[in-house]
């Protein structure tokens, strides 16, 4: 036996491709192992009956699709017009019905509407006509909360006799009605309170060769809360760490910048109270120290 026909044997008892590879393979599609299939093929058989038996059916289903638009041209527009001319008349008929159905409920609120306006007009007139036939001096009231007219006589006024005064034998003795302590009237003066502002001032400062070291001290904050002290420059901001308020509402800070490079604006934000706040501008420039402040 040759290497030939050993290779050839090998290939053909080898793995046989799914059907799925082997129909890929027929139409040509990108395959990794393509030229393993073309050789196992070519030497197996029963894969290439399977393959001559796909490419049958392939050309069979190819034709009868290529033909389908010649045979049918019309149906499918003729369908699709059906289909919409259906759904055109059904929503019309829809829309009909749902206006048929809303002057039905209209007529018929309007018909029991005029059925309770002539109800209530009866009674009135019945009311009316009661009240102009009696005989006795119609006194006619009102009820505004109700709506109803009610007749009766009008009381005789002058036949009404007092009742006797009795009189007991024993005497009381009077009454001493003792009168209520008058308090004097004090007028509470009130004194405007206003609550000071929280503030921030420069408490301290020393220069060392090119930079600046400030303190900073807050006062007027709320005791136990969390300030952040900002420094605002043109282009960009830096926050220092949270320092917390004593309970007098001081709090103390200090920071260390470059003299070339001072900050616009300090700003002191509480965290807990953030309408609590203090603003501080006019910020020392240079390494000069400024008289007065402690270094």
Request: overall charge positive; aromatic content about 6%.
């Amino acid at each position: 036996m040759t290497r030939d026909d050993g290779s050839a044997a090998k290939l053909r008892q080898g793995r046989h491709p799914d059907k799925s590879i082997l129909l890929a393979y027929i139409r040509r599609q990108p395959q990794d192992d393509r030229l393993y299939i073309q050789q196992h093929i070519e030497h197996c058989e029963r894969c290439s009956q399977q393959c001559d038996e796909y490419k049958l059916i392939s050309g069979t289903l190819e034709d009868a699709l290529m033909r389908a638009p010649h045979f049918y041209p019309q149906l499918t527009g003729h369908v699709i017009y059906s289909v919409e001319k259906h759904l055109y008349e059904s929503g019309k008929l829809r829309a009909a019905k749902r206006q048929s159905l809303r002057d039905y409920r209209l007529k018929r609120r309007m018909a029991r509407l005029g059925v309770a306006i002539s109800l209530v007009l009866a009674m009135l007139l019945t009311t009316m006509a009661y009240a102009i036939s009696t005989k006795h001096t119609p006194l006619i009231s009102y009820i505004s909360h109700q709506g109803i007219v009610t007749t009766q006589p009008s009381p005789d006024l002058g036949n009404l006799v007092p009742p006797p005064q009795v009189t007991s034998k024993h005497k009381h003795p009077p009454k001493h009605v003792v009168a209520p302590p008058q308090t004097p009237s004090v007028a509470a003066a009130t004194t405007p309170f206003s609550t000071p502002k929280p503030s921030m001032v420069i408490c301290g400062r020393s220069a060392a060769g090119t930079s600046m070291y400030l303190m900073l001290c807050g006062d007027h904050f709320t005791p136990g809360d969390k300030v952040t002290v900002v420094l605002e420059y043109l282009k960009n901001s830096k926050s220092l760490a949270p320092v917390t308020v004593d309970a007098k509402g001081q709090f103390e800070d200090s920071v260390s910048i470059a003299c070339a490079y001072v900050p616009i604006a300090i700003y002191a934000n509480d965290q807990t109270h953030s309408t609590e706040s203090a603003t501080l501008t006019n910020i020392p420039r240079g390494c000069t120290p400024t008289p007065g402040m402690s270094s």
